[in-house]
């Protein structure tokens, strides 16, 4: 018998591998495979257009998914912040397409979609919105050449997320697995609403830390380890 997959959708300008990196470190091997699911634009599909829809976002990564999405074989996905709101539609695309839906979604950092609003993406609001995030380094904002070079990036996944907020996806028929920092107050004002969206259980967890938890300690395998 194999390992459980979970497939794992980033943060807006982030590489899904940060998080299959942060989730390998204490993920129990034998039982679950942390696999990113890339989109186009970072990581090893830098270079490729980024993706401004739903349909556009799961034609980039049917192909990785239709292993699993195609059988009986079961798997998880997993989503931070941008992936986190991207994964109701993620659930229902694979529905339509006739795939084997998710044991589970784990939802981390994400607002339930009815809160989610329109966000500023002209360049002075994204880089602001950026810094106060706290994941991008200093050397980030003070280099020009990697302000150009991947804000376009930055752009085309709120962009994607502004698409997001006319779309209040049906109910689904898994389990969700809510996953928040204990110091990320605007994730933390709605989260109990993500029950509305699931005819099956609906968990809550805290962790230490603030939006970016996951990439900050290793709970959140330790839910994952624990709990599913």
Not at 62 to 73: A, H, K, N, R, V
Not at 86 to 92: A, E, F, G, T
């Amino acid at each position: 018998m194999g390992t459980t997959n979970i497939f794992c959708l980033p943060y807006a300008g982030g590489s899904a591998t940060v998080l299959t990196d942060a989730l390998t470190q204490k993920l129990n091997s034998s039982n679950y495979t942390a696999v990113p699911l890339e989109l186009p634009g970072r990581g090893m599909r830098f270079g490729e257009e980024c993706v401004l829809s739903t349909e556009d976002l799961f034609q980039a990564i049917e192909p990785l998914l239709s292993e699993s999405t195609g059988q009986d074989e079961s798997y998880y996905l997993l989503g931070h912040s941008m992936g986190g709101e991207l994964l109701p539609h993620l659930y229902h695309k694979i529905i339509e397409r006739g795939g084997t839906p998710p044991k589970g979604l784990i939802i981390c950092g994400a607002e339930p979609p009815e809160h989610l609003a329109l966000a500023e993406t002209d360049e002075a609001s994204l880089l602001k919105e950026m810094k106060k995030g706290g994941a991008t380094s200093e050397e980030f904002f003070e280099s020009p050449e990697l302000v150009e070079l991947f804000l376009p990036i930055v752009q085309a996944d709120y962009l994607l997320l502004n698409s997001l907020v006319s779309q209040i996806p049906k109910q689904m028929d898994c389990e969700l697995i809510i996953i928040n920092g204990e110091d990320d107050a605007e994730a933390l004002e709605h989260h109990e609403d993500w029950r509305n969206y699931t005819t099956a259980e609906c968990r809550f967890f805290q962790v230490a830390g603030g939006h970016f938890f996951i990439t900050e300690n290793t709970e959140t395998a330790a839910i994952i380890n624990q709990h599913i």
